[in-house]
């Protein structure tokens, strides 16, 4: 079933059982395969294709009766900077509300400033930090940008 919504000229699309998951789009948004795995086969999949090719995609994953979490959300580097991002974080709550969930999480390492920045400007907000989450969930350290990751910052959106 194709699940659509347009925004200029994205659309996003349900990714089916069939369909292939797309790992090398995934990895830029998570270090692991592994950790990957640990949500995927939970989540529903959105998709932005041109062509043949996924450009970009996020993952929703749902927590309890309310809450719905953004596991992964990615743009293909050639598409990045385009608004597509943005698009896609209004798309997931749309998504989300019609699942009739009240609140859209996301998580982001402390020091991910664009990513920080693009939630906020998207109305979420900061809650939580999970401490050492990149250490107790990864078999090895992740350095971005010579900083070892360690925290993770939790932010919400209330959309009902
Ligand atoms: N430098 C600083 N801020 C930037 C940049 C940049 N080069 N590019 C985008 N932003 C920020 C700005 O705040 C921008 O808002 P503005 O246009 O009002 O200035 C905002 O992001 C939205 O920009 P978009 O063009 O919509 O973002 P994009 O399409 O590039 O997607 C994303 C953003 C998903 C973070 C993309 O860069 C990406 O795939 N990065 C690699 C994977 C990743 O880090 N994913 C998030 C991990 S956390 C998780 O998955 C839950």
Do not use: C
């Not at 790992?23 to 998570?30: I, K, V």
């Not at 992964?72 to 997931?92: H, M, P, R």
């Amino acid at each position: 079933m194709k699940t659509e919504s347009k925004n200029n000229s994205w659309v996003t699309r349900k990714l089916s059982k069939h369909d292939k998951i797309p790992y090398d789009l995934l990895l830029l948004a998570d270090e692991t395969v592994e950790a990957i795995d640990k949500y995927i086969f939970d989540s529903d999949l959105y998709i932005i294709e041109q062509k043949d090719l996924v450009i970009a995609i996020y993952v929703l994953y749902p927590l309890n009766k309310n809450e719905i979490e953004i596991k992964n959300i990615a743009v293909n580097e050639t598409f990045q900077g385009q608004g597509i991002g943005k698009f896609l974080l209004q798309d997931a709550e749309i998504k989300a509300k019609e699942k009739m969930y009240k609140t859209l999480l996301i998580g982001t390492p402390d020091t991910a400033f664009k990513q920080l920045q693009l939630y906020q400007k998207a109305g979420f907000e900061s809650f939580d930090i999970k401490k050492d989450f990149f250490i107790d969930n990864y078999s090895e350290p992740i350095i971005e940008n010579g900083i070892q990751l360690k925290d993770m910052v939790m932010l919400r959106k209330i959309i009902k």
